[in-house]
């Protein structure tokens, strides 16, 4: 009985011997089956962060293929990453609006953050006050540096570098219902200088002058206009001083001897009141819009566009360069200034200038 129960030993023995060695073959058979298969039907990345979506179907991506996501911005070279103070001129604000937010999309580690000054209103010098009190990385100004403003700058150690990036013009707004021709620099001085105080001196109708301005104090266009139209002399005690160029155009819109003068993209296309042509002398006036002049009556379906080659070439009477205020310190403020400039100088920055309503340096 016992010899019998060996032999049933042995014999299941040797048969899940048989099995295992069995087993074993197939598994490596299949094992090579799998690492011999053709190259195409391999798949090339499993990890399913790594496939690109392709319709109802996901295909596998390269790693050279794959979009960078808040990497290095090639977009405009040496820009730094970081959270950059900046302000100045409320001229600027619609290149704020058109080209900030674009170069924001694209570069988003490079975040621009608009500052209020402390106190006052905004303007190309307050924007300048606050970059040379470190409160601001870069600024945008609508006038070139003081000659005292890089002096105190230079008292801390620094000195500003302005970067022009693009040509604005200077419109003077009247009412809609005001006759006239056009006026001269020098009668534009006069009228805000208090020599001329009634539009029949200037050919117009036996009218007084309302004469409207930002104070000097307010921005960069009421310093350009005094330093360049004024040739450094003071307002007339006749000058009535607004905060905002909404404020001053529905003034002069309600006030039909009203006059106003700000940066040409806030004046040509407005539809309450209506800009005039200027000259150097008499009888070669050049309008800020295009011509032929689209009446209040069709506008705003219509609206008068800038007279951009005027502004361009010079023949337009009032012109002037925007600019990027940078504070040359070696540090990353610099960095920064130097960068938003040269993004503000690219064919696409250019193109978004002019889409806010300036003249392209470029």
């Known amino acids: ?79 730094p990453e970081g959270t950059f103070n900046y302000g100045g001129s409320t001229t600027w604000a619609p290149i704020r609006k058109e080209a900030d937010s674009v170069l924001q999309k694209l570069c988003p580690r490079f975040i621009l953050r608009y500052t209020q000054p402390p106190s006052g209103d905004p303007g190309s010098g307050t924007g300048i006050r606050m970059l040379i009190d470190n409160q601001l990385a870069l600024s945008q100004s609508s006038r070139s540096v003081k000659a005292e403003e890089n002096a105190e700058a230079k008292q801390k150690e620094f000195s500003l570098k302005e970067i022009p990036v693009a040509i604005d013009g200077i419109a003077i707004a009247v009412n809609q219902s005001l006759n006239i021709p056009g006026l001269t620099v020098a009668q534009l001085k006069g009228i805000y200088t208090g020599k001329i105080t009634n539009w029949q001196q200037v050919g117009g109708p036996n009218l007084p002058i309302t004469v409207y301005s930002r104070s000097k104090e307010a921005g960069g266009t009421a310093e350009f206009f005094v330093e360049n139209v004024l040739n450094k002399e003071s307002f007339g005690t006749n000058v009535s001083y607004i905060n905002t160029t909404t404020e001053a155009v529905r003034k002069v819109a309600a006030s039909p001897g009203g006059i106003y003068y700000a940066s040409a993209p806030e004046i040509v296309p407005q539809c309450t009141i209506k800009s005039i042509p200027l000259g150097r002398t008499r009888g070669q006036f050049v ?30 009477a009032i012109t002037r360069n925007l600019f990027v205020i940078v504070k040359q310190n070696g540090q990353t403020d610099q960095q920064a200034g130097v960068a938003y400039a040269n993004w503000l100088l690219t064919p696409q920055g250019q193109e978004l200038i002019e889409k806010a309503g300036f003249v392209r340096l470029k």
């Open 1 to 79: 009985m016992s010899q019998k129960n060996e032999t049933l030993t042995l014999f299941l023995a040797s048969v899940i011997t048989i099995g295992l060695i069995f087993s074993g073959l197939w598994f490596f058979m299949e094992r090579w089956a799998q690492l011999n298969k053709p190259v195409a039907n391999q798949a090339v990345n499993t990890n399913p962060s790594d496939r690109i979506p392709v319709g109802n179907q996901s295909v596998n991506a390269n790693p050279s293929d794959r979009i960078p996501i808040n990497s290095k911005c090639d977009v405009v070279p040496n820009l």
């Open 287 to 316: 309008p800020p819009y295009q011509e032929p002049f689209i009446p209040p009556s069709e506008c705003p379906n219509k609206r008068n566009q800038l007279n951009s080659q005027a502004f361009r070439s010079g023949d337009y």
